[in-house]
């Protein structure tokens, strides 16, 4: 990656695709109701994921009936046309997630991505099962970064490999598993200088967050639908199985 900040990058990539396939400047609906955790991940048999203890929310873009989400912890009704949209001042996480989210919309219109919508249910728990194979046949067997506590991820991760855990949740601080103690994001360097691997939460691409990850040119996987456009954009690898 070069100087320029990731998600211009990323902004820059979407004008171009946007400008080669002619797509019109209509109105993009971010639905922002905002999707309850129900609607969000229906009723999974756990209920320690950010989205039902309320820290975040999912902001959904709908373009010509493609549907793309962004985790944020800022989130309210938002409407406006593409080109507005791609080129707003990403100032803070609410529009940083409407950008993304729009991204992920309108990929998923071109064909071009796949699974940008929510699992559900007790998909997280599949999704979890498979992770650590994921990983194995990839990277081996890494030390892992896990940026962004998934609590299903940490567990299993936690069980076959050597990983840190860092999350900006205080709530979770202090949380272990498998004698993994989830750590404050001050500590993020110390993990960065630690591990091979890094597996952080799509949700980085809007908490800016991911640039340092990505400048640390560790091996790194994007987990999740927020980061289902940028990754594919700055050709990142993602893990997603279960995504709809």
């Not at 203890?53 to 989400?69: N, T």
């Not at 699974?115 to 998909?123: I, S, V």
């Not at 997280?124 to 081996?140: H, L, P, T, Y």
């Amino acid at each position: 990656m070069n100087k320029m900040k990731i998600l211009e990058i990323t902004r820059n990539k979407m004008k171009d695709l946007v400008a080669k396939y002619n797509i019109p400047d209509e109105k993009v609906v971010i639905t922002a109701k905002v999707l309850t955790a129900e609607e969000a991940i229906g009723n999974p048999e756990h209920d320690d994921y950010p989205l039902i203890k309320g820290k975040e929310r999912l902001m959904q873009s709908q373009f010509q009936g493609s549907k793309g989400v962004a985790f944020s912890d800022m989130f309210g009704n938002f409407s406006a046309n593409l080109s507005e949209i791609l080129n707003m001042e990403l100032k803070n996480n609410f529009k940083k997630a409407i950008f993304v989210a729009t991204v992920n919309a309108v990929l998923r219109k071109l064909n071009s991505i796949e699974r940008t919508e929510h699992c559900k249910n007790n998909d997280m728990i599949i999704c979890a099962s498979r992770v650590c194979e994921f990983i194995k046949e990839r990277f081996g067997s890494p030390k892992i970064f896990l940026c962004g506590l998934q609590p299903r991820f940490a567990e299993k991760l936690s069980s076959e490999f050597e990983i840190k855990i860092t999350d900006m949740d205080k709530a979770n601080i202090g949380k272990e598993f498998n004698e993994a103690k989830v750590m404050g994001i001050e500590t993020t360097d110390e993990c960065l200088n630690w591990c091979n691997l890094i597996f952080a939460s799509g949700s980085t691409f809007v908490n800016d967050t991911a640039e340092n990850l990505i400048k640390s040119r560790k091996n790194i996987v994007f987990y999740g639908v927020t980061g289902a456009g940028p990754t594919y954009l700055l050709n990142l690898k993602r893990y997603c199985p279960c995504g709809r």
